[in-house]
């Protein structure tokens, strides 16, 4: 499990752009990666809004903020449509980049149990290296607080 001071791991993941987005691809720029179980949940609907919401104060400090789940690309595109999302969403259709970043989890609802993503945040900087993670994310005002610490970079 990547921690803060720590070269983020290897990913390459199909976005809802049509590219790709990698960790090399993105050498020399800073960004978020936020990890979000599912599209159109109310949860994943609402994290995806606030950040949406800011990518303008994001932009501004040059930072690129990539939502990641293990859903489709097709399901992706409905989701960016349905509520005019502004983020980038990346598809990890097998779980290696979840797998790598620590996020793929055993799970418990009403008794029962399984896997599924944790909802985390990595801010990484330009080299790479992690500079702030959130784990067991609140979506409440959880955007603003990435930003906040985005501005410290």
Do not use: Q
């Not at 994290?47 to 489709?72: H, Q, Y």
């Amino acid at each position: 499990m990547p921690d803060v001071g720590e070269k983020a791991p290897e990913f390459n993941l199909p976005t809802d752009s049509g590219e790709d987005v990698s960790l090399a691809a993105l050498k020399g720029r800073k960004f978020v990666l936020y990890f979000y179980p599912k599209d159109n949940t109310p949860g994943c609907t609402t994290e995806a809004i606030d950040f949406s919401a800011k990518i303008g104060e994001f932009d501004k400090l040059g930072v690129t903020v990539i939502g990641v789940s293990r859903d489709s690309l097709k399901k992706h595109a409905n989701f960016r449509d349905k509520h005019d999302l502004r983020v980038l969403l990346a598809a990890d259709e097998d779980g290696a980049t979840c797998e790598a970043f620590g996020v793929w989890v055993e799970k418990m609802n009403y008794g029962r149990k399984y896997m599924g993503i944790e909802r985390s945040t990595f801010l990484i900087d330009g080299a790479g290296v992690i500079r702030n993670v959130w784990r067991k994310v609140r979506v409440k005002g959880h955007a603003d607080a990435v930003l906040e610490a985005a501005g410290a970079l």
